[in-house]
């Protein structure tokens, strides 16, 4: 049996994705999830060392979710900017920010994966306005969440997430 690890690692990470964002909605199967990311070669658009600062990070993030969405309907899978952020960002973490032990540009500026945990930790924790349903969002809040997070000063994004305490 042929079975590389990159295979392996890019399966895994569209099943995460999958998994993050299936509750509630349609034909978000991992094979579907699949079709969209080799649609949309998101290995090959995802270029690590060309992402040198936040700006670069959310340039090709508003791109790539907004190209998500358009291919997305054409499967009968209706995302909401938040969701196809949150599938975007788990695709990163688990294919990228995991193996690279959180090192590198695309670790320090790629968004953490937003969901109703991290945002009510963090509104605790840090007064962060309240903000809307990361399932609904659309494109502006969810860059409003982003700035807001922004605004903590952490060395990478991925620190945010140690709201989602799994004990």
């Known amino acids: 049996m042929s079975y590389t690890f990159d295979e392996h690692r890019y399966n895994f990470a569209?099943?995460?994705?999958a998994r993050a964002i299936q509750r509630g909605l349609?034909?978000?199967s991992s094979a579907n999830i699949s079709k969209l990311f080799k649609k949309l070669k998101i290995v090959d658009k995802i270029k690590p060392d060309s992402i040198e600062n936040a700006n670069d990070?959310?340039?090709f993030h508003k791109e790539?979710?907004?190209n998500l969405i358009v291919?997305?309907?054409?499967?009968?899978?209706e995302l909401s900017y938040g969701r196809a952020s949150k599938l975007l960002?788990?695709?990163i973490k688990t294919y990228y920010v995991l193996p690279g032990n959180g090192k590198g540009n695309i670790s320090k500026f790629a968004h953490p994966p937003i969901d109703n945990i991290l945002l009510e930790k963090s509104k605790k924790v840090h007064s962060i306005r309240p903000i809307p349903k990361w399932t609904l969002m659309g494109e502006d809040e969810y860059f409003n969440v982003i700035n807001e997070f922004r605004k903590l000063n952490l060395d990478s994004f991925w620190m945010l997430e140690k709201y989602w305490n799994v004990t």
Do not use: M, R, S
């Open 14 to 17: 569209v099943w995460t994705a």
């Open 64 to 66: 790539f979710c907004k």
């Open 26 to 28: 349609n034909n978000a």
């Open 57 to 59: 990070f959310d340039t």
């Open 71 to 77: 291919e997305a309907n054409k499967l009968g899978l």
């Open 89 to 91: 960002a788990i695709f």
